[in-house]
Nanobody, 119 residues
Framework: QVQLVESGGGLVQAGGSLKLSCAAS????????MSWHRQAAGKQRELVAI???????NYADSVKGRFTISRDNAKNTVYLQMNSLKPEDTAVYYC?????????????WGQGTQVTVSS
């Protein structure tokens, strides 16, 4: 059974930095796209950043230039380095890992980690 475990969330002052990690386990197959999403209180979950198996990346406009997504395929781990944090970055952050197996795609989600940015 595939499990994704996030870590690295916490409380930080505006302008500070945090690094989130998400380790995937329990699969015989490698993962394709891995991504970070966030959900602030009362809002819909949104995509923050995504990285393909080859390392191509894409970011939400709101985090471009401040956040960096990376991955270690040998460890099945994806990271999110968050710099220059703002109060509006406060949310529960979730990682997602996709596996494409033939015609089917399986999406796996982590349990979420809270990031709180104080002003």
């Amino acid at each position: 059974q595939v499990q994704l475990v996030e870590s690295g969330g916490g409380l930080v002052q505006a302008g500070g930095s945090l690094k989130l990690s998400c380790a995937a386990s329990g699969s015989r197959f490698s993962f394709d796209a891995m991504s970070w999403h966030r959900q602030a209180a009362g809002k819909q979950r949104e995509l923050v950043a995504i990285i393909g198996s080859g390392g191509s990346t894409n970011y939400a406009d709101s985090v471009k230039g401040r956040f960096t997504i990376s991955r270690d395929n040998a460890k099945n781990t994806v990271y999110l380095q968050m710099n220059s944090l703002k109060p509006e970055d406060t949310a529960v952050y979730y990682c997602k890992a996709a596996q494409v197996l033939g015609l089917f795609t399986n999406d796996y989600w982590g349990q979420g980690t809270q990031v709180t940015v104080s002003s």
